[in-house]
């Protein structure tokens, strides 16, 4: 255990002494130093979570412009839905090993390798390889475009590019207390859909959001809107205060209407405070049932009219799972899909594959020509473990539903 120890932190400082675009040579090398490795690649998951594109490390036999690789029903994606690391032959006397990359709950890719012969303690010190690999990616990504240009499968538009710029860099995150992820569906002349989260120690932040029009007008309402949330989020203000200031920031510059809906969770009590801009109510799986969730309906943002947001709350419950969408998911050939159905049928799929099966739903339904962005948020609460062996259970006279 020392000595792999030992090994990991010689490969984190090789890792820094070496050109940010160079992370996969660095891990190569390391294994091909201690295992004899071969054929050491990585494969990164694209921006919809449908494909994968491989970047061979320097010297490698596998070419990165091979094209990209079909996800559903690989066994890159068994390796990706299960966490699990797969062994098999090689076909050549060898095996092929391929090991997820994940930060926080966040699928960034796999690491695949060639080994002559790997007993457990090899494939594990594999795994803390690829786990390591996983942090040097998303430390050296803000630094060089590699690892952008990696998750794209087709040519984004200028729009596309502003928008895909306002999420967060990881869709998915991780938490004692929670479990969230989100994907977003470009539609082919873009709509100006976002998501966006933050953690706090005591707070999780959430905001879904779509802003009217298309292209870049959309994009750049989107922008302005995302940028007065998150300066008032970063101020210290609350949900209702955070929507006061996108409001007038759309007023003052005159830039069109957009929807959304903004979350503040407590983490030690599941108490979220929520306000609600003219966007589709949230879904709501408690226990076996999936209901959309009585919210008061407040004006968009930037609607010229005396309006005021009125604060919500919503008591949520270890074993909640809650949606969060736009109206691309629900509008057009996507309302063909039983999203309802879909989220039951889901239930115990990891929120990341269950929004996967979401918006693969809708693109099917939509023969992969959408008309409108289709974003989804899901957060599974839990609850704080810490406190769950001295928890009560919630009583019939509880909040359980938004209170207006």
């Known amino acids: ?102 930060n926080r709950g966040d699928c960034i890719g796999v690491l695949e390798v060639t080994l002559q012969s790997a007993d457990d303690t090899v494939l594990r010190q594999v795994r803390d390889a690829a786990h390591a690999l996983a942090y040097i ?30 999420l967060p860099s990881a869709p998915c995150c991780e938490a004692e207390q929670f479990t969230l992820a989100a994907g977003l569906v470009p539609a082919d002349d873009i709509g100006g859909d976002t998501y966006d989260y933050t953690l706090d120690r005591g707070t999780l932040h959430l905001s879904i959001t779509d802003a009217m029009g298309h292209d870049t007008d959309s994009a750049l309402l989107a922008t302005l809107l995302v940028g007065a949330l998150r300066r008032s989020r970063r101020s210290g203000c609350d949900a209702l205060n955070q929507a006061h200031h996108a409001h007038q920031a759309l007023l003052s510059h005159c830039r069109g209407l957009a929807t959304g809906q903004l979350l503040c969770v407590d983490l030690e009590t599941g108490r979220c405070d929520l306000v609600n801009a003219g966007h589709p109510r949230p879904l709501l799986l408690r226990g076996d049932v999936v209901e959309e969730l ?77 008309k409108d962005d289709a974003t989804v948020l899901i957060l599974d609460w839990h609850g704080d473990r810490r406190r769950s062996a001295g928890s009560r259970q919630p009583r019939s006279d509880d909040p359980q539903r938004p209170s207006q």
């Open 1 to 102: 255990m020392v000595g792999g120890d030992l090994e990991l932190g010689e490969l984190l400082v090789a890792a820094e002494a070496a050109p940010p675009g160079e992370s996969v040579d660095v891990v190569a090398h390391d294994l091909q130093k201690r295992f004899g490795a071969e054929h050491v690649s990585f494969l990164f998951v694209d921006l919809i979570g449908q494909r994968l594109i491989r970047l061979a490390a320097v010297g490698g036999e596998t070419a990165d412009d091979a094209g990209p690789i079909a996800l559903r029903d690989s066994v890159y994606d068994r390796v990706l839905q299960s966490q699990r690391q797969h062994v098999e032959p090689d076909g050549q006397g060898g095996l092929n090993v391929i090991t997820p990359v994940t």
């Open 137 to 166: 990616i998303v430390t050296d990504r803000r630094f060089t475009d590699l690892y952008h240009l990696g998750r794209r499968t087709t040519k984004p538009s200028l729009a596309a590019e502003i928008q895909h710029q306002l």
């Open 294 to 370: 009585e919210l008061a309906v407040n004006l968009p943002f930037g609607v010229a009219a005396p309006s005021s947001y009125r604060l919500q709350e919503l008591q949520l419950c270890p074993g909640d799972r809650l949606v969060l969408l736009t109206d691309g998911m629900q509008e057009r050939g996507a309302a063909a899909v039983d999203l309802a159905a879909v989220i039951h049928d889901t239930r115990a799929l990891h929120p990341r594959e269950a929004v996967r099966s979401l918006t693969a739903a809708v693109l099917d339904a939509c023969h992969g020509n959408l």
